[in-house]
T-cell receptor, first 108, second 114 residues
Framework: EDQVTQSPEALRLQEGESSSLNCSYT??????LFWYRQDPGKGPEFLFT???AGEEKEKERLKATLTKKESFLHITAPKPEDSATYLC?????????FGQGTRLTINP | EAGVTQSPTHLIKTRGQQATLRCSPI?????VYWYQQALGLGLQFLLW???????NRGNFPPRFSGRQFPNYSSELNVNALELEDSALYLC?????????????FGQGTRLTVV
């Protein structure tokens, strides 16, 4: 059974303090690693898809990387508006398995 | 371009009643997915519809069911509601045919069972 574990559960940073979120996965065959951002009471917003080990993708202050066992979401010089829960999931798209998420708070 | 839309935003039902939740996918998307996000739990896969057929379901009892219409919109029905069915129900859609394409989510329906 595919499993996804995210750490830490919660993370508080000061504005401008860079850090990384971890997503460890156990799957029989990786069919996509997905990162989403979720604001309270809202649906998840798609951020990135990673397909193979060594792949990296960037969007503004976020960079996602992938190895054979885990993915990292690096946040560089975060701003308060980056506060949200970040979710990772493994595919296939047709039956995503999500981790519990990391609740990120950026203090001004 | 319109995203995935869900209605209603909030729904309050009494235990034992039935709830119907609706979802309209992004134009051009034929696959629709339903997820449950209960408090303290992660997103749990419920159902997958494509081309009007149920293609897969998660570990939920049969009282969770749904359908997909010819215009690819979808309904989720929950019968004999129980208190633990209270959750945010999320619908997502994607283009068909690939196992690692992006799924885009709606804003969800908050179901409260009292």
């Amino acid at each position: 059974e595919d499993q996804v574990t995210q750490s830490p559960e919660a993370l508080r940073l000061q504005e401008g303090e860079s850090s990384s979120l971890n997503c460890s996965y156990t799957v029989s065959g990786l069919r996509g690693l997905f990162w989403y951002r979720q604001d309270p009471g809202k649906g998840p917003e798609f951020l990135f898809t990673l397909y193979s080990a060594g792949e990296e993708k960037e969007k503004e202050r976020l960079k996602a990387t992938l190895t054979k066992k885990e993915s990292f979401l690096h946040i560089t010089a975060p701003k308060p508006e980056d506060s949200a829960t970040y979710l990772c999931a493994v595919g296939p798209t047709q039956k995503l398995v999500f981790g519990q998420g990391t609740r990120l708070t950026i203090n001004p | 371009e319109a995203g995935v839309t869900q209605s209603p935003t909030h729904l309050i039902k009494t235990r034992g009643q039935q709830a119907t939740l609706r979802c309209s996918p992004i134009s051009g998307h034929t696959s629709v997915y339903w997820y449950q996000q209960a408090l303290g739990l992660g997103l749990q896969f419920l159902l997958w519809y494509d081309e009007g057929e149920e293609r897969n379901r998660g570990n939920f009892p049969p009282r969770f069911s749904g359908r997909q219409f010819p215009n690819y919109s979808s309904e989720l029905n929950v019968n004999a509601l129980e208190l633990e069915d209270s959750a945010l129900y999320l619908c997502a859609s994607s283009i068909p045919g690939t196992v690692n394409t992006e799924a885009f989510f709606g804003q969800g329906t908050r179901l409260t069972v009292v």
